[in-house]
């Protein structure tokens, strides 16, 4: 079992700067690798970042590449996305999630076996 939390979700303006953080206690936590995804009212789930177990390698979806940093601290258990730039399209329901599996690319929601229960990130126009 694996259990997520995040935080640092909330309400800013375009062009702000926002961080989330993703607590993760149970198994090891260099032994599996985890993503962030999100939910805008109306739509479907999507991933927006990914990171290797080991940090090496990452994925970031179109929409956030070169504005979105995502990075995680084994010493502390925690994952976390910068985002920069931020954009009223980027409302939406912040979801960090756990995986073991060996992932395709874009990284899909069912290779996925732990889930936070997520964070609203809300910017305003």
């Known amino acids: 079992q694996v259990q997520l939390v995040e935080s640092g979700g909330g309400l800013v303006q375009a062009g702000d700067s926002l961080s989330l953080s993703c607590a993760a206690s149970g198994r090891p936590f260099s032994r599996y690798g985890m993503g962030w995804f999100r939910q805008a009212p109306g739509k479907d789930r999507e991933v927006v970042a990914h990171?290797?177990?080991?940090?090496?390698?990452?994925y970031y979806a179109d929409s956030v590449k070169g504005r979105f940093t995502i990075s995680r601290d084994a010493a502390k258990n925690t994952m976390y996305l910068q985002m920069n730039s931020l954009k009223p399209e980027d409302t939406a329901v912040y979801y960090c999630?756990?995986?073991?599996?060996?992932?395709?690319?874009?990284?899909?929601?069912?290779?996925?076996?732990?889930w936070g229960q997520g964070t609203q990130v809300t910017v305003s126009s």
């Open positions: 990171i290797g177990w080991s940090g090496s390698s990452v």
């Open positions: 999630a756990a995986s073991f599996r060996s992932l395709t690319y874009p990284p899909r929601e069912y290779e996925y076996e732990y």
